[in-house]
């Protein structure tokens, strides 16, 4: 009995982890493609997790709330932050702190506010 409880408990980790990972993915993509589409470069090619909680989706269910970090740079010089934001495997938006101002983009919309 105790054997069959450790498998399931393995189980549904390596589960977890890799549904993360895969989400992690998409987010890294995501932030590649629109570090392109600003013109600046995407650096270290990572994104780090800084937050992650339980939040309420639109739907009502309850799903992660996913907040990652990562580095841009405008002339190869220097360092800038970004923050992706992901409820479930949804993209909710993208922060660029960029020394112009803040850009937020989502579904597909730039937003700079200074």
Not at 37 to 60: E, W
Request: with cysteine; charged share 20%; hydrophobic share 40%.
């Amino acid at each position: 009995m105790e054997f069959h409880i450790a498998v399931i408990i393995i189980c549904l980790g390596t589960y977890i982890w890799y549904t993360f990972s895969k989400i992690k993915e998409k987010a890294t993509i995501y932030c590649q493609t629109y570090c392109k589409k600003i013109n600046v470069q995407f650096l270290d090619g990572s994104i780090v997790l800084i937050n992650i909680g339980i939040k309420r989706a639109s739907s009502g269910s309850l799903q992660f709330s996913r907040n990652y970090r990562f580095d841009f740079s405008i002339n190869s010089y220097d360092r800038y932050h970004g923050y992706i934001h992901l409820l479930g495997s949804q993209i909710e938006g993208i922060q660029f702190d960029h020394p112009d101002g803040k850009i937020f983009i989502n579904d597909d919309s730039i937003h700079l506010i200074n």
